[in-house]
């Protein structure tokens, strides 16, 4: 699990004090394709954090649909996303993108918010005032081209759609949540979210 920088060159020489966005969604929402072109983008003061559970559920033994497999699961998937944040509470980017937030495993928690909140001891709140602003994809339905050729997504479009749901009702409590609608043409889909991104990066690393 590598920090990637995005790729354009920007001759700004300024120690910004970071932005933290966090692009969440259901399966399948385009996340991946939009981190990619958001890389191609904007230059290297902006930064992605790369989604954690890609990484945990490698692992096969956390694949069992046993509940205690699957908080087992979240439970590692929010560590190492913690523990990843705050090694880059130092690094002095413009934005740091972080593919999910800490509160995304709830839609995944067998017993439900209060339960994930109680196992992992912590305030909804402290992890909500962890990031400046939430920018959320919605998943396509099947008509719209949801598809699970991720080797990690194992959802069925009406699985995803409620993923989906419950991770935007997680999150709406946010002062600084965009919900970006899924859209037969997924360029205008990721044209907006990059629109949403370039008005939070600095006015010094503006993508030319």
Not at 1 to 28: A, D, F, S, Y
Not at 58 to 67: D, G, T, V, Y
Request: net charge neutral; charged share 25%.
């Amino acid at each position: 699990m590598n920090l990637e920088r995005c790729t354009q060159t920007c001759l700004c020489q300024i120690r910004h004090q970071p932005k933290w966005v966090v692009l969440t969604g259901g399966p399948g929402a385009g996340k991946t394709a939009v981190l990619e072109l958001a890389r191609r983008t904007f230059c290297q003061h902006v930064v992605i954090l790369p989604e954690a559970a890609s990484v945990v559920l490698r692992c096969e033994m956390l694949h069992s649909s046993e509940p205690s497999a699957k908080r087992a699961a979240q439970r590692v998937i929010y560590q190492l996303q913690w523990e990843c944040e705050e090694l880059l509470r130092a690094e002095p980017s413009g934005l740091i993108v972080c593919d999910r937030g800490l509160l995304d495993g709830i839609a995944y928690w067998p017993k439900g918010e209060q339960d994930f909140l109680k196992s992992l001891k912590v305030k909804k709140e402290v992890l909500l005032n962890r990031y400046d602003a939430i920018i959320h994809l919605r998943t396509p339905s099947l008509e719209q081209g949801y598809n699970h050729v991720n080797p990690v997504r194992l959802e069925t479009a009406q699985q995803a759609a409620q993923i989906d749901q419950s991770i935007l009702e997680i999150w709406q409590d946010h002062p600084q949540r965009y919900v970006v609608e899924s859209q037969d043409q997924f360029q205008k889909k990721a044209a907006e979210v990059l629109g949403i991104l370039a008005s939070l990066v600095p006015d010094c690393c503006q993508p030319q």
